[in-house]
DNA sequence: CCTCCGCCTGTTTTT
DNA sequence: CAGGCGGAGG
């Protein structure tokens, strides 16, 4: 317990053993945050500063949150369970569990993920006979989204036109809809919980007096709503301010914050989160402590050299400069694709040469800017026999088998829930179409009910088929409600129909298995967080909160090791031997898009900054000239990031063309770093790609889609400046930069 | 009620 | 190019 600190370099000593005042630690990526981050909650446990009572710790997503009391609890010996660690999402339930009817919540509201949500919008304008051309469901939950996330309720909402007057109104709607069925969206959660802490004095004071201790993780992250709600936790909110409010200054109930981020790894501005929250916390809480971790023990030297020298191009950062003393390395290989095909064909072969080498597969990351562009490096990969893993895309909760299941389970548990209602009173189908649902929806909207009432009272007449559906749920009610909750999912899966529906599906196997997994999930549940059970209103609730709050990844994947690939957002976080950045365009990364945001193209260099920091020991950027996109080739400039990366630290290996073309030499702009070439042949110095640019060579006859039919008679420059002279007869003889123009060899 | 066809629209994503 | 969604037809 003692050898706590060991190994804690000044600075995070320094940061893990700080009086207890605020704090802001400025963590570059690779410093070891996580270590003191939790090595902080261990020292402050350890020498009396707190209890594992008064400690709140929040973290964004689920896997950060579990790293966390794994590693506290090899540190201490002490009980993790009952702290409180967590998501600010897990978090927030956990606190309107406690409170729900302060919160003015039915004990089983059931939580919408943003799936949810968004029928629960489309039911709504459907019932009010809303024009979805002129309110698209998708921009109106945004709007809400971003209005909880401010603070900001519908009757607060400003409008300063019909339409925003129109969606404020429909916010408004939503809202009701939401708190008649008993549900709560994500941003929900968040504005629930800070109301009922901003509204209930005694319990406030409750929170702020038990927690000593806050520490916050990924701060840059955090948005509007998140950082007021941990200001009124800290005693720091509206009206309880100390009297004297000296800088750094502790009142009663005040708690102390410490918080550790990172604002050149802000990379979700797009979804509300607001770096400036760092500086305003630095200002507001009088921040005595800011402490800077700039050791990186993850990369080469050239790594976190070619990531400063990209990142320093920002303006407006909070300053902060990686070293490593790991040396070197090895220079960062630059590649350059005539074709996106090309480019994935040269990732594939250096991701077999890595093997081969030893490199481990999961060793191994292709990282990319936007999840469309896996598909060509999927191909090759699986032609190559290389196995990989593409992370992203459905997540086992979010699966059409298991939602049907969980709605089953929900509506069970809280039969006003009209999202769970529609999701299943028609699957598997049993003969009630859109006409007695639109008949069910205009009852229950006239007597202000839940669909399912509605239908209960409908269905008394005769032998419906909703009165089947009903009949259905009081039967499994009754004959589940003693059942363990692993037993009860399984009756449900067969006695509503859901087992013998997928049998008879063709595709349906897949599916039979999930939903067995989803057993298997409920028991190692009970297993894992079976103490959660009782503060969250029972077995079923705290499953069904599990499910929407946790997406499930760690249900996929087990087997053998396979490449890594995702996106550079969903590779944060995380450090392999070996990255592959690819798709290195104008456009592309950065992406068009962002030009229309505010600081947009500081946001992308930010996360291209993400993208090189996972790298240990060897990065590879790459960019293709011409690129397959929306069914059209694209022609593409390399991405001007590639530019700001010093020359010194690159290496090139594109393919050099055919000696008879004059720009076939000097790619290796780097002097010492073009010695050290890529490890599989064919690229590099050789000149054997002869094939590398299509074939083309002096005398070549191309074709071009303007100009048609045409001879090589020149060429010079080199690598983004290649370019050849054609002769097209009658359409006269023209200069055409590679780069750009696109010629097929005829 | 289900299935098929054609249109349309394509960032990033955790909770 | 592709998948998702909505409308029309069986």
Known sequence: MSDLLAGLNPDQFAAVTLPSQHALILAGAGSGKTRVLTTRIAWLIQHGQANPHSVLAVTFTNKAAKEMLTRLSAMLPINTRGMWIGTFHGLCNRLLRAHYREAGLPQLFQILDSGDQLSAIKRLLKNLGVDDEKFPPRELMHFINSHKEQGIRAGEAEAWDDWTRRRVALYAEYEAQCQREGVVDFAELLLRAYELLNRNEPLRRHYQTRFSHILVDEFQDT?????????????????????????????????????????????????????????????????LNVIRLEQNYRSHGNILDAANALIAHNRGRLGKNLWTDAGAGEPIRVFE??????????????????????????????????????????????????????????????????KHAL????????????????????????????????????????????LYNAAASLSGKAGTAVGGFIRLIEKLRSETAALPLPEKVEHIIDVSGLRQHYLGEKEGGERLENLSELINAAVSFLREDGDRT???????????????????????????????????????????????????EQGLFPHENAAQERDGLEEERRLMYVAITRARKRLYLSWAQTRMLHGQTRYCAPSIFLDELPVALLSRITPVAAPTLAYGRGYGAGSQATSQTSSSGGYGQAPMAADAYGGLRIGQNVEHSRFGQGVIVAAE?????????????SAGVKWLALAYAKLTPR
């Open 407 to 450: 709605a089953y389970l929900r509506l069970i548990a809280n039969a006003d829930d009209d999202t769970a209602f529609a999701r299943v009173v028609n699957f598997p189908t049993r003969g009630i179409g859109t006409r007695s649902l639109e008949a069910l929806q205009e009852a229950a909207h006239r007597a202000n009910s839940s």
């Open 717 to 729: 420059g080199g690598g983004n400046d290649a370019r050849v002279q054609v002769n097209f007869g």
């Open 223 to 287: 948005n509007k709503l998140q950082y007021a709600w941990l200001k009124l936790l800290a005693g720091r909110g509206p009206g309880v301010l100390p009297a004297d409010g000296a800088p750094g200054a502790l009142g009663a109930g005040q708690a102390v914050v410490f918080a550790v981020g990172d604002d050149d790894q802000s990379i979700y501005a797009f979804r509300g989160a607001e770096v400036g929250n760092m500086r305003d916390f630095e200002r507001e809480f009088g921040v």
């Open 534 to 584: 009782a503060e969250e209103g029972g077995e079923v609730a705290a499953f069904l909160s599990h499910a929407s709050l946790e997406a499930g990844e760690h249900q996929a994947g087990a087997g053998e090791t396979a490449i890594q690939l995702m996106t550079v957002h969903a590779a944060k976080g995380l450090e392999f031997d070996a990255v592959f950045l690819s798709g290195l």
């Open 337 to 402: 694709g005539f074709t996106d095909l090309d480019e994935a064909r040269f990732i594939v072969d250096e991701v077999r040469e890595l093997i081969r080498d030893g490199i481990e597969r999961d060793q191994i990351a292709l990282l990319y800017r936007s999840n469309a562009q896996s598909r060509v490096l999927e191909h090759q990969l699986f032609s190559a026999g290389v196995p990989y893993r593409v992370h992203g895309g459905l997540r086992f909760f979010e699966r059409q088998e298991i």
